[in-house]
Nanobody
Framework: VQLVESGGGMVQPGGSLRLSCAAS????????MSWVRQAPGKGPEWVSG????????YAADSVRGRFTISRDNAKNTLYLQMNSLKPEDTALYYC?????????????WGQGTQVTVSS
């Protein structure tokens, strides 16, 4: 099982980023997927989840209306479009296999991509 996140970086408040997660080593289309984030000194926080077919999505209150999760099962890739970014969105962002509305099991997270929102 391999999950490789990309697309992080540094952005000013109000800016946008699109994260990607390339999956391999398992049948991607058979698993619910989520994005999870962890800020320095804090515990992991579930951000958003999507079901196997992409028809149902869920988002934490803190990001609802600003972040959009999606997936392309033909490309084995999960996405997170992040708009109107705030400094409090600064964190290491992970994609997580097999969870729709929770952080899941850390053994099934990727290595993470850093998002820093700062002026």
């Amino acid at each position: 099982v391999q999950l490789v996140e990309s697309g992080g970086g540094m952005v000013q408040p109000g800016g946008s980023l699109r994260l990607s997660c390339a999956a391999s080593g398992f049948t991607f289309s058979a698993y619910d997927m989520s994005w999870v984030r962890q800020a320095p000194g804090k515990g992991p926080e579930w951000v958003s989840g999507i079901d196997t077919g992409g028809g149902r999505t869920y988002a934490a209150d803190s990001v609802r209306g600003r972040f959009t999760i999606s997936r392309d099962n033909a490309k084995n890739t999960l996405y997170l479009q992040m708009n109107s970014l705030k400094p409090e969105d600064t964190a290491l962002y992970y994609c997580a296999r097999g969870t729709l509305r929770g952080v899941g099991t850390k053994a099934y997270w990727g290595q993470g991509t850093q998002v820093t929102v700062s002026s």
